[in-house]
């Protein structure tokens, strides 16, 4: 339970710590069930070298990955809070890798140049 609640808590956080990856939680989760890695693999039926690649955060995990987890722990956390921990490394990187949004912008043509006050003009919610 208290894995649960420091998943919570660290999800609501707005910082990224390159720390608490998805693979430090899996890991932390694996102690708590007092499961080694060939067992717990075996468990969710995946191979152990991709729980290894996992763990080590050298490969991203899929969507299958997160909703067995949650079975596995008895809906105790969800697989949402799963995904949403593998999201914050994400949106870190989006946000701050300059360099990769510097070689997109050759794919990009006809850019917009309006400010975020156009955005919301002539905009309307709800039914007239």
Aim: aromatic share 10%.
């Amino acid at each position: 339970m208290r894995l649960k609640f420091r998943i919570e808590d660290y999800i609501r956080t707005d910082g990224y710590d390159p720390a608490y990856t998805f693979g430090y939680f899996l890991e932390q989760y694996l102690q708590l069930t007092q499961r080694k890695k060939k067992e717990f693999a075996h468990d969710i039926q995946i191979h152990e070298t991709l729980l290894s690649q996992i763990l080590n955060d050298r490969r991203e995990p899929t969507e299958s990955i997160f909703i067995r987890l949650e079975l596995h722990s008895g809906n105790t956390i969800s697989a949402i809070n799963w995904l949403k921990l593998a999201e914050k490394k994400k949106k870190h990187q989006i946000k701050t890798d300059h360099s990769l949004r510097e070689r997109e912008r050759q794919y990009v043509n006809n850019r917009l140049s309006i400010s975020c006050r156009d955005w919301g003009a002539g905009l309307s919610y709800g039914r007239s």
